[in-house]
């Protein structure tokens, strides 16, 4: 069980998710993904794919714009 | 994880303090443009907090099966459809022209709307969040916005060109040409349909996801 | 538990059907009282056009400005759309300080530049071609009944997918 990090700052709609989405899909059951970023709308965005892959969240709101999202992998997630 | 917010809540009130005194020495040069401003900072505060993105609409949905601001985007077309239709049809009953954003149909239109596409999911973003970004505090936007300006110009420096060509038609008012009830059932029959496609295909996807099934590639076709 | 639903909903933002409802209304409010719809390129470009005639050049003998010769008669602070896109910058201001999420938020690349720039210049370009931006004639068209609207909206479609493929191209 692992905890990978992910920094997209500064990196606009749709490079975060796209980005998450490929760190994800070589991950295992178990690992949690950090996702870093400062885009508003993008935070919808991977939550929203979280949710549909069933995988659970958490987002942190680390400094003034800056968010955390936690993602747990709960299975194999399709490739990017 | 320790905050290292810091509360922005005094800038606020300072910023909401200019932005009445704006309003009001604008009243005094023009309600219209007092109104504009008002309108203005509203529409940018919901864009803000509601996330919205027309260009997410199209391109989350094609990159990510997403279609939550889709639909919320056909919300929008179906409300203001009703609003606009209200309001143009009261003008109709007065018997005066028509309002409301009535241009010819051609191939102007057409290929516009392509490179308009394109260039919003390039840029990330269409161009009302690209503005509402600006006001975030995105400094990418700053250099959207410098393209935009440009296109614009050299746009409208074309338009002798292919006015000519393209645009000198009639605008195609529906409620003209199928009548009132008809016009407002086939567009809102229209919304429907393409609501219920975007919404089976994201529920598809969805039970596609829970299977852990592997996808060759995150961009599909229709 | 109420303190983790704030948390959620001051990161999340309202849902989207509210914002939408929130926009047609006020779009409908904007027409009622100005009689004329939301739009945003329009104002870009007289923008566009008052710069350059600072510049130097001189727009007002272009057949798109002639047709409209008022414009260049007073400053583009007078002209009503010019508030409409300042507000809409400044609300965004506004909300994100209420929030204290205001952040001013650097590039990661020098390539993203190019890539906002030429989506900007194609963005304005296409908005003057097809008269209208997102807002103006996919929104304001399609609400006003007019036929371009749809025709507006297929090909946006098409262009979007079409930058979407572009976009996966460039990532990979």
Not at chain 2, 7 to 29: E, H, K, N, P, Y
Not at chain 2, 118 to 145: D, K, Q, W
Not at chain 3, 39 to 60: C, K, L, R
Request: with cysteine; hydrophobic share 50%; glycine share 10%.
């Amino acid at each position: 069980m692992q905890e990978f990090f992910l920094d997209v700052l500064g990196e606009v709609c749709p490079t975060p998710l796209l980005k998450t989405q490929e760190k994800a899909s070589r991950l295992k059951p178990g690992d949690v993904l950090v996702v870093e970023t400062d885009f508003s709308r993008t935070v919808r965005n991977i939550i929203n794919w979280s949710g549909k892959h069933g995988f659970e969240y958490d987002i942190e709101e680390i400094e003034n714009g800056i968010w955390q999202i936690k993602i747990r992998i709960n299975q194999q997630s399709p490739g990017g | 994880m320790p905050m290292k917010n810091k509360s922005q809540s005094m800038f606020f009130v300072i910023m909401l303090l200019i932005a009445l005194l704006i309003g009001f020495q604008l009243a005094r040069t023009g309600r219209l443009l007092a109104l504009n401003w008002f309108f203005g900072i509203a529409l940018g505060v919901v864009i803000h907090r509601s996330r919205f993105c027309f260009a997410g609409a199209f391109r989350d949905f094609f990159l990510f099966r997403d279609a939550a601001l889709t639909r919320a985007m056909i919300l929008v077309l179906a409300t203001t459809t009703l609003g606009f239709a209200a309001i143009q049809f009261h003008a109709y009953l007065q018997g005066a022209p028509i309002p409301g954003k009535l241009y010819p149909a051609g191939l102007n239109t057409a290929a516009g709307a392509v490179l308009f596409g394109v260039g919003m999911v390039i840029t990330g973003g269409c161009a009302c969040s690209s503005l509402a970004r600006l006001g975030e505090g995105f400094l990418l936007y700053t250099i959207t916005f410098t393209g935009l300006l440009i296109g614009s110009l050299v746009g409208v420096f074309h338009y002798s060109f292919w006015k000519p060509i393209l645009v000198d038609a009639d605008p195609i008012f529906l409620p003209a040409l199928l009548g009132w009830p008809a016009a407002l059932t086939v567009q809102f029959a229209l919304f429907g349909l393409i609501y219920y496609l975007v919404q089976s295909y994201e529920q598809q996807s969805i039970s596609l996801f829970r299977r852990g099934s592997r996808c060759r590639n995150s961009f599909w076709m229709f | 538990m109420l303190n983790q639903m704030q948390k959620k909903n001051r990161i999340l933002g309202w849902p989207y059907w509210l914002g939408a409802l929130l926009l047609s209304g006020l779009n409908i409010a904007l027409f009622a009282s100005t009689g004329s719809p939301w739009s945003i390129t329009t104002t870009i470009t007289y923008w566009g056009a008052y710069i350059f005639q600072t510049i130097g050049g001189s727009p007002e003998s272009w057949l798109f400005f002639l047709e409209r010769p008022m414009l260049f008669k007073s400053s583009p602070l007078l002209y009503h759309g010019t508030w409409l896109n300042l507000g809409l910058m400044y609300g965004a201001l506004l909300s994100s300080l209420f929030s204290s999420q205001l952040r001013v938020r650097k590039t990661r690349s020098r390539k993203m530049w190019l890539g906002a720039l030429l989506g900007g210049i194609l963005m304005g370009y296409g908005a003057r071609l097809s008269l209208g931006c997102n807002i103006g004639a996919l929104i304001g068209g399609i609400a006003s009944m007019s036929f371009h609207g749809w025709v507006f909206g297929v090909f946006v479609a098409v262009g979007a997918y079409l930058g979407s493929k572009i976009m996966l191209h460039l990532y990979q």
